[in-house]
């Protein structure tokens, strides 16, 4: 059974995460049967929330997990413990065990934005097929109607009316992810997860893409979660940042304070290791040595321990808990900067 | 807002006319066009089209009843080629030219009927295999590479054989073909196992590619997402094994028939063969018209088959 | 005129001087040997004005049946010794090609149909296959984009750094391995003892750029052609790689071409960079001059449209990143013409038609732009 959507507060946040972890079995195959001699934590007690009309940016390395929890809110990944709550309604319960209207409700709500424009549309299919296909499944008006909601679609994310008739071999990247972005927008979501939409996109159409993705945000409301290493895009996009490193939360909180003032040490590495387009500027910390351990041999206590220029004693052996530092700021370090 | 939206409304419409030129089309009708300008591909074609026309027309075309045997008594046995028989007659007097072309319905029955049994049940254990995966599939696999190890011949012929012994006097033996229609299905089922391979491969490939993801996330069906998505992605790949197949089954019925296990009241190339090697000397066209039968219809399917597959798979071949 | 409509870079300021416009006007055509001579690069006391590498002219061909697709077109640029050139340009410019031809590895089947590529005072192109084959390695080295692919996956570390060096230096096994040793130690890999016994998937995508790293410099080349080297890898082993690159700069005085599509990266590595766009060269200039006082629009834009991480976004107040529209560059764009002028918000007619041949508009700088010096255009005219 699905409770009404509540006319929540505008405090109350749209998604909350709650202690979100996904591991995988390590396996070692025998004769018969895969042995399994461990777990890879790569999503580790992982809590946020989103709010309607806000952008919350996760933001770190491959391999840090933020892929990998994005994908568990759509269910596009199971995860293996944790709690994910839209408006009240838990997430993970629905589309494990709820009803395909439950689940359909939620997807209307909730939206995916993929990594790879040519990889996320189906190449044999006329951009109206792609766009016709959510309307279909979640009934979106009259099918005679479903032409104009198409063009409405396109013009809305840039596009001409004709290009619907097209495959998506014909298109540049920036337009096959303007195609992907209105797929998600045929059901009229309020929260897209965009994993790094402009990552695989060339320079001068990504600030093309970012700013569709603002226009969106503005006239839609729209809530976004957005999945990117590039932090330039999360400066522009979002107001709330979150840092991950090897599958857990170092800090979060508002953008401007933490990338003008990272208090993680991980933090303050990511954002002096990023190149700015600007020879005058003497890179101002020395960047962080070492490279990430595997998420197999994750150490014990703090994460970054193994690379971190101030370790204490004690961050080897006990795990720093993600606690406010300043309003709106939380911080897991034992010794922030 | 900003004039970053003008900008790219300016453009866009440009990009617009560059398209319009051309006109859209679809990764189907792509790969039709590149299959229409290979130059392998569209002689498979022409080649399969003539067997195809023979086997239409057959009882048009052919002189005479396949199983007229009434030249004993003019030109005799094993006559040469002549007017009234323009490929001779073989060793029992049949007019070799008009068995050739009763030959080309049977051959293209056997391979079109053990490709659909192959093909149905290769891409249903594939499928499942691939989609499911995990224990599922593991099991299927290792049954799939029992199919693949057992010496196929062996065994039709040990079944061919058996059969036609044991419905003697049995209300079976009045069935039509029945020893052809065994075949035919021995071939199919021991035939599925490549195309489960490749369907499995295939679906493993697609199933978590980003576009699944997509429509997963919209909320199409399983159903959808496997007939919808994954399916007519497999499809050319499949259709490129098939039409190998074909030329495989058929080629396999001729060596059955060769070996003098075929159906002894089917006209069938292989029998042809059978039935003249030992005279190959005194009436060479009672083999050689056969053979030369076979040999075009094998490689028509498989020209037709790389043909497909350069068209579909443009990256593979070059 | 040039504040028209183009997005205009956060901090360079836009207007160009007055006297800089009075001696752009100055040389409209190409330029002669003399003033070549000091785009060349750093001039130390000792040597000669003759450049490490000088190509000139070099255009690249993809050979259909009727019409070439001229990828890349009128490329020109020279290399001092010591000094780092970055190309910068988005997929599709034209960059890597234009690299590969020094070393004549195109891949299939483009071919250079034009041009000079002189290194060293040789013509590359009157060099025969084994010449070349001589070359490559040993005086110019290349360092790929993607680490795991350059890398037999069979053969040790230590096998296949020492097979370069018997087949170039013709060094004995026990040397070979002491040099590989001392390389690898060189570009930071600590225990190099125990690395050497490693296959390459032992090792982290850092830890092979840096072995590759090391595989460039095992002959002392007087080139390295770096393609992308740090884009496969993560900010902080990026951040670590090109820290190393600097490193070597300075230890070996250097010489590099450091393909990339990234201007932050650029900014770090390069003394001087060439901007590529559809395969034609936008401008050319020093490294502080790039992002100071850039005067094509197609560097302006680029500039502008990175968002920064290092600047407070005002999106509150509305704000919107300035863009270049349309696509990117595709090998299909064709003319004699200004290639971006398809996306130029400066573009007039003649953009389309007429070559933008190189212009100095500053000490060391040349733009490739039409707009760009009035007296330009009476010429053309």
């Not at chain 2, 021995?186 to 493993?204: H, N, S």
Request: hydrophobic residues 45%; glycine residues 8%.
């Amino acid at each position: 059974m699905l409770e009404p959507v509540r006319s929540a507060a505008a405090s109350d946040p749209l998604l909350t995460v709650r202690n979100l972890s996904k591991s995988y079995p390590v396996t070692r195959s025998g004769l018969l049967r895969k042995k399994i001699v461990g777990t890879i934590d790569a999503v580790k007690e992982v809590s946020f929330s989103v709010h309607a009309g806000e952008t919350l940016s996760i933001v770190g390395e491959s391999g840090c997990g933020k892929t990998t929890t994005a994908r568990s809110i759509l269910n596009l990944v199971a995860p293996t413990s944790g709690e994910i709550q839209y408006q009240g309604r838990d997430v993970v319960k629905t589309f494990a065990t709820g009803g395909r209207e439950d689940a359909l409700a939620l997807r209307r709500q909730m939206q995916y934005v993929f990594q790879d424009p040519y990889l996320s549309l189906n190449p044999r299919w006329s951009v109206r097929q792609i766009l016709r296909e959510p309307l279909r499944i979640h009934r979106r008006g009259e099918p005679a109607t479903w032409d104009d909601q198409i063009e409405h679609l396109l013009a809305r994310v840039g596009l001409p009316a004709s290009y619907a008739d097209r495959y998506p071999h014909e298109f540049s990247g920036g337009q096959r992810q303007r195609i992907g972005i209105a797929r998600a927008l045929a059901v009229e979501p309020r929260l897209l997860i965009c994993d790094e939409p402009v990552s695989s996109l060339d320079v001068s159409v990504r600030a093309q893409i970012l700013n569709l993705l603002a226009d969106l945000q503005d006239d839609l409301g729209l809530s976004y979660l957005y999945i990117s290493h590039d932090l330039g895009s999360v400066r522009f996009l979002s107001r709330r940042v979150a840092v991950m490193y090897l599958g857990t939360i170092v800090e979060i909180g508002d953008v401007d304070a933490i990338f003008d003032r990272p208090r993680h040490h991980y933090t303050a590495a990511l954002l002096s290791a990023i190149p700015v387009p600007d020879p005058t500027r003497v890179a101002t910390a020395k960047g962080v040595r070492g490279e990430a351990p595997s998420v197999t041999e994750r150490p014990r206590g703090c994460p970054f321990h193994t690379r971190c220029p101030a370790a204490l004693p004690v961050c080897r052996d006990e795990m720093p808990a993600l606690v406010p530092s300043d309003p709106d700021h939380k911080l897991a370090c034992h010794n922030p900067r | 807002m900003s004039d970053s939206s003008s900008l790219n409304a300016s453009v866009l419409p440009d990009d617009a006319a560059v398209l319009a030129r051309h006109k859209p089309k679809g990764i189907w009708r792509q790969g039709c066009e590149r299959f229409l300008h290979s130059r392998t591909g569209m002689l498979g074609l022409v080649l399969v089209a003539l067997v195809v026309a023979v086997a239409v027309f057959g009882p048009f075309l052919a002189p005479f009843d396949p199983h007229d045997q009434s030249a004993m008594l003019d030109p005799g046995a094993k006559a040469p080629p002549s007017w009234v028989h323009p490929l001779g007659t073989d060793r029992m007097a049949y007019d070799v030219a008009s068995r050739v072309i009763y030959g080309a319905p049977t051959a293209l029955i056997v391979g079109l009927g053990a490709m659909s049994i192959a093909a149905f049940v290769g891409v249903v254990v594939g499928g499942i295999a691939g989609y499911r995966g995990g224990l599922t599939d593991e099991i299927i696999m290792r049954a799939t590479d029992f199919f693949l190890v057992i010496p196929v011949f062996v065994v039709i012929l040990a079944v061919v054989r058996l059969l036609s012994s044991m419905v003697v006097n049995t209300p079976l033996e009045s069935i039509p073909y029945l020893n052809l229609g065994t075949i035919i299905v021995l071939i199919g089922i021991f035939g599925w196992a490549p195309i489960a391979r490749m369907t499995r491969a295939e679906f493993l490939r697609l199933k978590n590619q980003e576009f699944i993801e997509a429509a997963r996330c919209i909320g199409a069906t399983t159903g959808d997402i496997l007939f919808r998505h994954i399916l007519p992605n497999a499809l050319p790949s499949l259709i490129v094994m098939v039409a190998l197949g074909i030329g495989g089954a058929i080629l396999s019925e001729a060596m059955i028939g060769f070996l003098g296990f075929g159906d002894p009241k089917a006209v069938s190339w292989g029998q042809l063969l059978f039935f003249n090697y030992e005279s190959l000397k005194v009436a060479p066209w009672a083999s050689l018209a056969p053979g030369a039968a076979i040999f075009v219809t094998v490689l028509g399917f498989n020209l037709l088959a790389d043909g497909l597959s350069d068209a579909f798979n443009p990256r593979s071949g070059r | 005129m040039h504040q028209a409509n183009i997005s205009r870079p956060i901090t360079d300021p836009l207007t160009t001087s007055p006297s800089s416009i009075a001696s752009a006007g100055l040389s409209r055509a190409p330029l002669s040997t003399g003033e070549r001579a000091q785009v060349g690069g750093l001039v130390s006391a000792g040597e000669a004005t003759e450049p490490l590498v000088h190509v000139d002219n070099l255009r690249i061909h993809f050979p259909p049946r009727r019409a070439p697709i001229r990828v890349v077109e009128g490329v020109s640029y020279s290399v001092a010794r010591g000094e780092t050139l970055g190309i910068v340009g988005e997929s599709g410019s034209g960059k890597t090609l234009s690299s590969l031809a020094i070393l004549r590895l195109l891949p299939r089947p483009a071919q250079i149909a034009g041009g000079r590529i002189v290194f060293e005072g040789e013509d590359l192109a009157a060099k025969s296959d084994e010449e070349m084959r001589r070359l490559r390695g040993k005086r110019i080295a290349m360092v790929f984009q993607n680490p795991g692919f350059s890398l037999h996956p069979l053969m040790t570390i230590g096998a296949q750094l020492s097979e370069i060096l018997a087949v170039h230096e013709r060094l004995a096994r026990k040397d070979a391995d002491a040099r590989v040793e001392e390389l690898l130690r060189l570009v930071g890999i600590s225990d190099p003892g125990a690395r050497i016994r490693q296959y390459p998937h032992e090792l982290s995508g850092g830890m092979k750029q840096r072995v590759c790293i090391a595989r460039a410099l095992l002959c002392n080349p007087s080139l390295v052609l770096a393609d992308e080297p740090t884009t496969s890898l993560d900010v902080t082993i990026q951040a670590q790689i090109l820290e190393l690159f600097e490193e070597l700069k300075a230890r070996f005085r250097m010489s590099m071409i450091f393909v990339t599509h990234d201007m932050g990266v650029v900014a770090r590595i390069a003394d001087r960079i060439a901007v590529m766009y559809a395969g034609q060269i936008c401008e050319t200039a020093d490294a502080s001059t790039i992002f100071s006082d850039p005067q094509h629009p197609y560097t302006r834009a680029l500039l502008g449209s990175t968002p920064r991480v290092d600047q407070r976004s005002t999106r509150a107040s509305g704000f919107r990143l300035p863009t270049i529209g349309g696509s990117g560059p595709t090998i299909m764009q064709q003319g004699d013409g200004c290639r971006f002028a398809t996306r130029c918000p400066e573009a007039g007619p003649e953009c389309a038609r007429l070559a933008p041949l190189p212009l100095a508009v500053g000490p060391r700088h040349i733009v490739h732009c039409l707009k760009r010096g009035s007296a330009g255009e009476a010429n053309h005219a």
